[in-house]
């Protein structure tokens, strides 16, 4: 059994290039192309997005690879313009040499809690147990999948365009998602307000969040 951090990967990343890109798409309602300078964009997208012009945030999109555990990636998926791709524990047999013969778990928010974590360990322990009792009988993994928690972590490659996620994290910040979802969605939203703060900047999130708690961030 591992315990492992959640953490994001961002591909690609080049947040002035995203929006250039979208003001050049957004001046063909006007073909006012012309008016294109080094810093243009920055006006344009504050005035389209505070007249609800949001549309034109679509012909972009960002790409992040997420060590998150199997509930966050559940309630995720319910932003149907996403695209997702994920670790399928129909196929990966944690009881192989790739996988070192073990189960990797998201280490939970409540793991200061000593009572709590302990009771959570003892669980997850039992669970890989079965799961390997399972494998040395012969069990095939879309059957030994039938046992695995929400907690087991799992590797989701996830995409969406500009409208879609400031969408996602409008609702995924704040205090009423799941502590876990906070966890990984917080600190991409505020690399987006410091990068694209004319797109993120008006959204508010959970600020009594513990900011030790934050998934690790990555740029690739």
Known sequence: MILVQPKIEVENYNPIQIMRNIERACRTCYRSEDLITEESYKTLLKNCINRGHESILEHEKITIRMTCD???????????????SIESTRYCNYGKDKFDNEI??????FADELDKFNIWEDTMKTIEDAYMKMVAAGYKPDEMRMILPHSVAAEVTMTANIREWKHILDLRTKKMAHPAVQQVMIPLLLNFKKNMPEIFGDIEYNEDFPQDKYAKLIFI
């Open 70 to 84: 199997v509930g966050v990636y559940k309630d995720l998926t319910r932003h149907r313009f996403a695209s997702f």
């Open 104 to 109: 990797n778990f998201i280490r939970p928010i």
